[in-house]
């Protein structure tokens, strides 16, 4: 007699999921499939608005990367009104692109010090009790103090770009609604400790080096598990430079064949497709070039520093090369890696933010650009956990009426999918019992992604976890809950 | 009679004659909040905000020329409470979503619904479908937000004095409608003025969002009435 195990929600990630493991009558997986099971259809419902609210009104689909979405979206209105995305001035850039890196910082500090550094100090199948932030508060407050800071350092940076921390109004079509005063500018190079560049470069470099650190001491642990390999999808900068605002697109296979050279992003839909499976409400993108089943890619950071071919700031770089080393140049495929990359891109964050901190341009005040409107306009960002894809079109009135938004958990959707099942065969395979640190197996593969399953399905939501037995006729046979 | 001596809530206050109560309370530093009423603007009484107690009557404020010797409430519980209940039912009976309305920080209503503390709908919401017109060449009617304080049916004409603005339709139907053709000729700044004008975000001037940054806008840092109020 088959069974199914059932894991929901996914716990410490943004948003709902639930995982499905079939096992056959001998507890060997058979499949296993990660399922988003929440639906907001904000594509449906901002038909109709005006364009020049969407990169307010589309933010809402998260708290966490709000700035991601404002920036897609505004980065799509730039060519509707018919400036471009380059055609920006150096303050409306250069302000977009501090909010963006602030989002970063804050993003990437909050996914590794509250979200994995438990999974880390006390251990994948350690008491769930204390495998949490509050544990970490409370074994490492050092760690705590700085992960706080650092998101709180980033925030601080979007609420002086965006005009609020959270859901801000700073991009508008076209350019920015502000500048940084010297004032503002003069409390981030300058504040008192710890909140200043300076301790925030600092402190960006430990947290490479507790990661390398760890990575030491547990090489089998973070090389070998969900490690498999795949194609690898990112903007990068026309010069091959990783560039987390604007870019081409660009596509490497796992041995680092390039398979989307560097193309406009506005075409994207001659290279990228959308699956649909009855089972999810998440979409499955693939590359058109390689169809369905082969056409795959992992995005966010991992896949950053595989397109990539060198980082624009000092420090990131000579992590970077170090990272490039380890896998001696080839495409790195190992999925807890993604934490090592999360932390070069939270280390090149803040070197980028004292560049942009330190030019006089963002205390200019030429910041709109008006062009001539056009109906339809992409905006392509890296966000947090990988590129991000906004799309309009817009009626003779100005207002939308088409949008589509294919998310970085979108694209890792596959990916994901991969991750679990390789631990489920890996981990799970042939046991008859779940216990809680296989639970945590599942998830630790899942939270390498850092998805937003929210933004997933344009969704809200958070994550609990439980795990069902079920057998083939549909009987519960076990549950687990937390 | 030069001045008048009227007194609110026991603060001792002059007016010249003809002044409404709004004006002669706004004064003598005294805020009695209104919605519909625009100072340049003939006093309409609709919205009914600015309720006060003129001998144990209900009177609207801004409607109603100040009389020597007039005792006025204003700023007591029962009224405060009437007002409150004002802002929260013309909240229920549209479709305000501030987090993405542009014309929040700088909207009278969202101001008011901060003065008086709304804090969880008292009454239920009647999500009306409402339509938003965008098929004007300067502005946009968003009428999910309108609370028909007719500023702009008073305000906005065309350069021959004709009106461009008009409800159309009676009680729970009524709402805000152009004159097509005059509305066709609005000028860049006739579009700004309608939307200044506008104490909701239901007249937008088309193509420009979100231009004042946070922090710059009108009640940002000022509570609504701030401005007014004088111990």
């Known amino acids: 007699m088959g069974r199914k195990i059932t894991i929901e929600p996914v716990t410490r990630v943004e948003g709902h999921g639930k995982v499905t493991i079939q096992l056959d009558p001998q507890n060997n997986v058979t499949e296993s499939r990660f399922h988003i099971v929440e639906f907001r259809g904000f594509e449906r419902f901002v038909l109709g608005r005006p364009y020049w609210e969407m990169p307010v009104l589309v933010q809402r689909l998260c708290g966490i990367c709000p700035v991601s979405h404002h920036l897609a979206a505004a980065k799509a209105m730039d060519v509707i009104v018919g400036v471009g995305p380059e055609g920006l001035t150096p303050t409306g850039e250069k302000m977009r692109r501090l909010m963006h890196y602030g989002q970063m910082f804050q993003s990437h500090a909050l996914h590794f010090f509250h979200l994995v550094s438990p999974d880390l100090l006390f251990g994948v199948d350690a008491d769930p009790a204390i495998r949490n932030v509050i544990g970490v508060a409370i074994k490492h407050p050092d760690l705590a103090v700085q992960g706080v800071m650092m998101r709180k350092f980033g925030q601080e940076i979007i609420r002086a770009t965006a005009g609020k921390k959270i859901h801000g109004t700073g991009a508008v079509p076209g350019g920015i609604n502000k500048n940084l005063s010297i004032a503002e500018r003069d409390e981030f190079l300058k504040g008192a400790d710890p909140l200043n560049i300076k301790k925030m470069i600092e402190w960006s470099v430990a947290a490479v080096n507790f990661f390398k650190d760890y990575h030491k001491k547990n090489k089998d642990f973070i090389d070998s598990f969900a490690a498999f390999p795949s194609n690898h999808l990112s903007l990068v900068r026309k010069d091959g430079a990783l560039d987390l605002y604007h870019g081409v697109l660009r596509a490497v296979d796992a041995d680092g064949k390039k398979i989307l050279n560097d193309v406009d992003y506005q075409d994207y839909l001659n290279y990228i497709g959308e699956e649909v499976r009855s089972w999810s409400y998440m979409k499955f993108p693939y590359l058109k070039s390689l169809g369905k089943k082969d056409g795959w890619y992992r995005v966010g950071p991992l896949a950053r520093l595989n397109t990539a071919e060198f980082i624009p700031t000092k420090l990131a770089q000579k992590e970077f090369e170090e990272f490039k080393a380890y896998t001696k140049g080839k495409p790195n495929s190992m999925s807890m890696h993604m934490h090592w990359a999360r932390l070069i891109e939270l280390l090149h964050s803040a070197e980028v933010m004292e560049e942009l901190l330190n030019d006089p341009d963002l205390q200019k005040n030429d910041l709109v650009v008006k062009g001539t409107k056009v109906k339809e306009g992409v905006g392509l960002i890296e966000a947090p956990r990988g590129t991000l894809f906004h799309h309009y079109r817009i009626n003779d009135n100005d207002q939308i009426e088409m949008a589509n938004l294919i998310v970085s958990t979108t694209n890792n959707n596959e990916p994901m999918n991969r991750a679990v099942n390789w631990v489920a065969v890996n981990q799970l395979s042939g046991k008859k019992e779940i216990t809680e640190g296989m639970m945590n197996a599942v998830e630790v593969a899942i939270r390498a992604y850092d998805p937003c399953l929210s933004c997933a399905t344009h969704a809200l939501g958070k994550m609990p976890l439980s795990i069902s037995l079920v057998d083939a006729e549909g009987n519960l046979i076990d549950k687990k809950e937390k | ?231």
């Open chain 2, 1 to 231: 009679m030069s001045t008048i001596q009227f007194t609110i809530d026991g603060k001792q206050c002059t007016a010249k004659p003809g002044q409404t109560i709004v004006e002669a309370a706004k004064q003598n530093g005294v805020y009695i909040p209104t919605l519909c009423h625009f100072e340049g603007l003939k006093p309409a009484g609709v919205c009914r905000i600015c309720t006060v107690k003129v001998g144990g009557r209900n009177m609207a404020a801004c409607t109603t020329p100040v009389a020597d010797g007039m005792v006025v409430e204003n700023k007591t519980a029962e009224l405060e409470d009437y007002r409150k209940a004002i802002v929260e039912m013309l909240f229920v009976e549209g479709n305000h979503m501030c987090p993405t309305c542009e014309k929040s920080g700088n909207c009278e209503l969202q101001a008011l619904a901060y003065r008086y503390m709304m804090m969880v709908p008292r009454f239920p919401f009647l999500f009306p479908k409402r339509e938003l017109d965008a098929s004007l060449p300067k502005i946009v009617i968003e009428r999910n937000r309108c609370v028909q304080c007719l500023r702009c049916v008073r305000a906005i004409t065309a350069p021959d004095g004709k009106r461009i603005f008009g409800i159309v339709k009676r009680g729970g139907h009524a709402k805000i409608n152009v004159d097509r053709e005059l509305a066709q000729s609005m000028s860049d700044e006739l579009a700004q003025k309608a939307m200044d004008l506008c104490p909701v975000g239901s007249i937008l001037k088309k193509e420009v969002g979100f231009a004042v940054p946070i922090g710059k806008r009108k009640f940002d840092t000022k509570p609504i009435g701030s401005d007014i109020e004088r111990a």
